[in-house]
């Protein structure tokens, strides 16, 4: 009986002589199920491919690891610290880092930024003189040579690598007492711009130095230290030498990933594309309403013919189970066309690049594995349910006239 059903219910959606209207509606609610699952499947891989585009973004900009204290901003003993990365064979490269808030002139304008104070290994960790697009990255040389992030450095209009386009910078002392002079207030320095990078939205208002002027500013001693940023060899171990480090570093030592560090920024992501998710999600949902109304239609239409079955011996679970299969076939058919055409978009869209964020950036599309079964769930889940409900005819309404 069961194959039966479904062989009843496969000569519904699969014949080609009936009813025109049963027909129409039928393929109906087919394509607007494959147009809702294509829609769902180009978003989502859309998503997936901002999600490596940012990730590249910032790349960059983080280490894999960051090492600060947990008491106080400067971390004690960074001698003994570094001794212990040096013999950490996971290890590539490690740096110094000095970063507080300064006030920064030049030419009667004025702003707020970040100087961030780094040794000459901190290329080597992350690789931001790449970014420098404008100028060239400083040769540590000279304690007043940085580089500075591009919007900053329009709005204070100072010139890259001149002679005569020294700025200068404000760094507040702390402390208590009575001031008699301007320099109770704060130390400064002048410093060249040698050249320009871009923030990424992460290093906004930033300001990169040798750690020596930041040392000098701040009256910390020599080789001192806010935070230790790491590269790793391999980055898919970043959780054991998490481990192993804070066993061996002991206490008031605070590590954390990449990831741990932009917390925040992928909490935004995830909840972009949860909601985005959820969004396309109703829309399959209310595209499911074409498909009760196929299987409605599919009743009214073949009500004789559940009759002559009903008096002939067909059970109802099984005539149900025919109008439920039915509406299966229906979803299984939107699913399944609806992937092969996303999928096909999605082709198209990493071969050709005709979509566009702007003239330089096109669209960014990956292809994963797990969004097919997202999609595929989500349709199948909201499809079978309606199928389900609305497969639920009672035998008074076959049987009376």
Not at 7 to 21: D, F, M, V
Not at 85 to 98: M, T, V
Not at 204 to 225: H, Q, V
Request: proline share 3%.
């Amino acid at each position: 009986m069961k194959n039966i059903a479904f062989y009843i219910a496969s000569r519904y959606l699969l014949a080609k002589k009936g009813s025109t209207a049963v027909t129409f509606i039928t393929w109906l609610a087919v394509g607007a199920m494959t147009v809702a699952v294509t829609a769902m499947f180009v978003i989502i891989s859309v998503f997936s491919g901002l999600e490596d585009l940012n990730k590249e973004l910032i790349s960059n900009l983080h280490a894999d690891l960051t090492i600060k204290s947990t008491s106080g901003k400067t971390i004690k003993e960074p001698d003994k610290i570094s001794n212990i990365l040096k013999n950490n064979k996971e290890i590539s490269n490690f740096s110094h880092i000095i970063e507080e808030k300064i006030y920064v002139t030049y030419n009667g304008k004025g702003d707020i930024a970040y100087l961030r104070g780094v040794d000459s290994a901190y290329i080597k960790v992350n690789p931001i003189d790449k970014d420098v697009f404008y100028g060239t990255y400083p040769g540590f040389e000279y304690s007043n040579e940085v580089i500075m992030e591009n919007s900053l450095d329009n709005r204070l209009s100072i010139p890259v690598a001149s002679a005569g386009g020294y700025a200068t910078i404000f760094m507040p002392k702390p402390g208590t007492g009575i001031i008699n002079k301007e320099e109770d207030i704060y130390n400064k320095k002048d410093i060249l711009v040698t050249g320009v990078f871009p923030g990424k939205d992460q290093l906004n208002n930033y300001i990169i130095s040798p750690i020596e002027l930041t040392e000098e500013l701040l009256n910390l001693p020599k080789k001192s230290a806010y935070q230790i940023v790491i590269k790793l060899k391999n980055p898919e171990n970043i959780d054991a030498v998490k481990a192993q480090l804070l066993s061996s570093l002991g206490k008031n030592i605070d590590i954390k990933t990449k990831e741990e560090e932009n917390a925040a920024f992928w909490k935004m992501i995830n909840t972009e594309k949860l909601f985005i998710y959820l969004i396309f999600a109703l829309v399959i949902f209310i595209t499911t309403f074409n498909l009760a109304g196929a299987i409605i239609i599919l009743q009214l239409d073949k009500k004789e013919q559940a009759r002559s079955l009903i008096s002939l011996g067909f059970p109802l679970s099984h005539l149900r189970k025919t109008y439920f299969y039915t509406g299966i076939l229906i979803v299984i058919s939107g699913i399944i066309s609806g992937l092969i055409l996303g999928t096909a978009l999605c082709y198209f869209q990493l071969y050709t690049e005709f979509f566009r964020a702007n003239e330089a950036l096109p669209f960014p599309v990956k292809i994963v594995g797990k969004n097919y079964f997202i999609v595929a769930l989500t349709a199948a889940l909201f499809g079978f349910t309606i199928s389900w409900f609305f497969s639920k005819i009672s035998k008074e309404y076959i049987i009376k006239n």
